[in-house]
């Protein structure tokens, strides 16, 4: 299946600093999601934008999404030391479900 | 409880084993998933059960056998593996079976295959 692409791979910044990702996909899509790694265990879900939706806040999270360019950011404001993780976005299109390659994030106390 | 459970945490197995991953989850979910992630890469879905029948199978090699005997039970048999089968295997669950809804995912189990 076809890999949304995700940039930056990597991102380092210092706690308080804001941290945006952005995310690409391929195909009409039903919604998007992003979801959070930490190293080497499971992933948790952190927002879920709909198609027909172009922001969406929950806490220190903003994420937006631009259907015409087929692209979404997540934004992470005033981060902290914990918010180091790997970040991934995942489209639905149908009954397809495929994750992006990810973005590594690094905030540095 | 709003937790996937996932054992074991680790296995290690030879190429003429045939072990099982379990998982589990008590949220009332109706959907589950497996997906295989390596190293510094984005999980891949190899299979989804909704309410108990399995309604997605991404050309896994038939070496790869799931089984979910219940809506909060879900097993992944593993026979004649190969070492790039290596990876974390992550189960998910979500709430009424329809891939576009939110899932949580469990822990992993890490396999390594010598």
């Known amino acids: 299946s076809q890999q949304g692409e995700e940039d930056p791979q990597a991102l380092s910044i210092q706690e308080g600093e804001n941290a945006t990702m952005n995310c690409s996909y391929k195909?009409?899509?039903?919604?998007l999601q992003w979801y959070r790694q930490n190293s080497g265990r499971g992933l948790v879900h952190l927002i879920l934008?709909?198609?027909?939706?172009r922001e969406k806040h929950s806490g220190r999270l903003r994420v937006t999404l631009d259907t015409s360019k087929k692209s979404s950011s997540l934004l992470i404001t005033a981060s902290r030391a914990a918010d180091t993780a790997s970040y991934f976005c995942?489209?639905?299109?149908?009954?397809?479900?495929?994750f992006g390659e990810g973005t590594q994030l690094t905030v540095n106390p | 409880d709003t937790e996937v459970t996932q054992t074991p945490k680790h296995l290690v197995m030879g190429m003429t084993n045939k072990k099982s991953l379990k998982c589990e989850q008590h949220?009332?979910?109706?959907?589950m998933y497996w997906y295989k992630q390596k190293a510094k890469k984005p999980p891949e879905l190899m299979f989804v059960?909704?309410?108990?029948?399995?309604?997605i199978n991404e050309s896994v090699p038939s070496r790869f056998s799931p089984e979910c005997p219940n809506s909060s039970l879900l097993n992944l048999h593993l026979h004649a593996l190969q070492p790039e089968d290596s990876a974390l295997y992550l189960c998910?669950?979500?709430?009424?079976?329809?891939?576009?809804?939110?899932?949580?995912f469990g822990p992993g189990t890490r396999l390594l295959v010598l």
């Open positions: 195909t009409s899509i039903n919604n």
């Open positions: 998910a669950s979500s709430q009424e079976g329809l891939v576009q809804e939110t899932q949580y």
């Open positions: 059960y909704s309410y108990e029948k399995l309604s």
């Open positions: 934008i709909r198609s027909n939706e």
């Open positions: 995942q489209e639905t299109s149908g009954s397809r479900l495929t």
């Open positions: 949220m009332g979910h109706r959907a």
